[in-house]
């Protein structure tokens, strides 16, 4: 056990004595078993992770039942709509690395065997599978689960990007205070990362297709005893996967990226996951082409449309409808569009993964031949304003806005444009060009999603096209 280095011998009494001081070794007889690390990014300021504490003692008993010891460590988390819209949103993307460095850190510090890694929301997600990716020790990721669908208002049903936009709207006179309130108390009703396609559920359900999660991982409800009872099966799967020593890299590969472009690409996923699952490909010492993204896209039919893109359509409807596991196997009848025999924590390929998940509701999920389009919900865009390539969630974009000419409206930065959307500058026909937000200008590369939001609510959205240097939000 790689754990030996910090527990064996007389020289590593002083170790030792120091474990014990913990409480969490408790005899003679734990120093024999593998050292398991539950990285935890519990925090109680976003929605997604304040449940985590409670998952993280699931977890910790299912280890130590299946005859690991674990040690609980917690990481930072932001949560990205609290931090959006002002210059807090500059500190999110380099959390992500942030993250990565703390499970890195942890892990080789102490020497753990294994980590089970316990996450939920946007940059979170990608950055302990990048740490774990680092490291290179057996690794398992279960997140906390998607929140409940919002409640119906005026005949919708709501979630997060429901009170962006509203904002809009009360901006413009179309809803009253009274309706505003409504929908900032009942839009969000539990704990869970919310309840659309964003960034959050995009990177979990993304997770699963990679082989980095077990099935179930990115659909079922953060409330319900499924994902309690998912929880308790990665806490005794990590001990299975140290001992059969199956790593972070035996399954993140080429083969398992491709399939989970695809998959991202039959969802119309966030455009953050081509950010995200580029980073876990570099960290998996992966090259990966972006144009090989718009290879696969070509060939992969957008069947899953959940809002943003479909605003009635939530996490649990499509976990109602078959989840991801149906989804591949919709998409697994199409030659050459996913590899079959990739591995996953489970210790089966993808293949025996999906075998019989079938779709349980046609309305949610459709099946190929009658996909929403036969091009995949994301493409890569190159040309004079992205020589390098750009991103843009073509799920969401109408048919009108494909082509389009108008004079640009410019802001130099997300503050001015978000003050210039809601006094009304912005008018139909016009490009809102939003300057000086990227990586390095922002710094911090801010998502655009309260001016987006704000664009859509005040009934602008197939009359105005939006481009920045900074990044749009699953939700945009």
Known sequence: MRSNKVKNGVERAPHR????????????????????????SFVEVIPGHAHLDKLGKIAKKAIREAGGIPFEFNTMGICDGVAMGHYGMKYSLPSRELIADTVESMLEAHQFDGVLLLGNCDKIVPGMLMGALRVNIPAIYVSGGPMETGAEIDGRSTDLITVFEAVGAYSKGKISIDKMKEYETKSCPSCGSCAGMFTANSMN????????????????????????????QAGSRIVSLVKEDIKPRDIVTKKSIDN???????????????????????????????????????????????????????????DKAGGITAIMNELGKKEGLLNKDAKSVSGKTIGKIIEGKSIKDEKIIKPIDKAFSKRGGLRILFGNLAEQGSVVKAAGVTENMKSFQGPARIYESQDDAMTGIMDGEVQPGEVVVIRYEGPKGGPGMQEMLSPTSAIVGQGLSDKVALITDGRFSGGT
């Open 260 to 318: 989970a472009f695809t998959v991202d690409m039959a969802m119309g996923g966030s455009t953050n996951t081509v950010l995200h699952t580029l980073a876990i490909a570099h960290e998996a010492e992966i090259e990966y082409d972006l144009k090989r993204i718009n290879e696969i896209s070509e060939k992969t039919p957008n069947i899953c449309k959940v809002s943003p893109s479909e605003p009635s359509v939530h996490m649990a409807d499509v």
């Open 17 to 40: 004595s120091l474990f014990r001081a913990t409480g969490v070794v408790k005899e003679d007889k734990d120093f024999q078993k593998p050292f398991i690390a539950v990285a935890n």
């Open 205 to 232: 359900c993304l997770a699963e297709v990679i082989g980095m999660a077990l099935p179930g991982n990115g659909t079922v409800i953060a409330t319900t005893s499924e994902r309690r009872k998912l929880v308790k």
